[in-house]
T-cell receptor, first 114, second 111 residues
Framework: GAVVSQHPSRVICKSGTSVKIECRSLDFQATTMFWYRQFPKKSLMLMATSNEGSKATYEQGVEKDKFLINHASLTLSTLTVTSAHPEDSSFYIC??????????FGSGTRLTVV | AQRVTQPEKLLSVFKGAPVELKCNYSYSGSPELFWYVQYSRQRLQLLLRHISRESIKGFTADLNKGETSFHLKKPFAQEEDSAMYYCALSGLDQAGTALIFGKGTTLSVSS
């Protein structure tokens, strides 16, 4: 089956620094990738949708300048949290959608901003 | 607007008891419904999709368009079923759209 690899699984950074999270689709091409944010014991909130080679579409209330998304190839999307602050601490999950495999999720990244 | 509602935050049952996790949705087009499961410290895994009409790990779900529901059922719960369950929706008529999730229901099965 399809596998999505997400790295890092955990990251701790200082307030004001930037953090990059990678999401790779293994063994399949992801025409579309999605980024979600999950608060403790809460649902997954869609942050943005990205299609390879085009700009990401952000959900209402998500700051595009803070959460930079790059989808440079059919197997890689990155989310960069710029100038991170403690309120950005959360669990970030990517999902990739391929033609054959439907939606596949990464294992998530626990971001802690101190 | 598209929305997925899971009214129960927590469902506690005893081993061997029947389980029904409720899910209602709101969508103006043709929806595709899914159930995902998240075991402790693991990634989200697809459990069911209404299109495939499969039964996975003894779970079934039927799409009821009249009631706009997609409840997840299992006749006899097992302890290993304890997990977080998310109902999700996407548009069959909109390729490339994201999954919209409900808030999730924690299923706790005890012996």
């Amino acid at each position: 089956g399809a596998v999505v690899s997400q790295h890092p699984s955990r990251v701790i950074c200082k307030s004001g620094t930037s953090v990059k999270i990678e999401c790779r689709s293994l063994d399949f091409q992801a025409t579309t990738m999605f980024w979600y944010r999950q608060f403790p014991k809460k649902s997954l909130m869609l942050m943005a949708t990205s299609n390879e080679g085009s700009k990401a579409t952000y959900e209402q209330g998500v700051e595009k300048d803070k959460f930079l998304i790059n989808h440079a190839s059919l197997t890689l999307s990155t989310l960069t949290v710029t100038s991170a602050h403690p309120e950005d601490s959360s669990f970030y999950i990517c999902s990739a959608k391929g033609v054959r495999w439907g939606y596949t999720f990464g294992s998530g990244t626990r971001l802690t901003v101190v | 607007a598209q929305r997925v509602t899971q009214p129960e935050k927590l469902l506690s049952v005893f081993k061997g008891a029947p389980v029904e996790l409720k899910c209602n949705y709101s969508y103006s087009g043709s929806p595709e419904l899914f159930w995902y499961v998240q075991y402790s410290r693991q990634r989200l895994q697809l459990l069911l999709r209404h299109i495939s009409r499969e039964s996975i790990k003894g779970f079934t779900a039927d799409l009821n368009k009249g009631e706009t529901s997609f409840h997840l059922k299992k006749p006899f719960a097992q302890e290993e079923d304890s997990a977080m369950y998310y109902c999700a929706l996407s548009g069959l008529d909109q390729a490339g759209t994201a999954l919209i999730f409900g808030k999730g229901t924690t299923l706790s099965v005890s012996s």
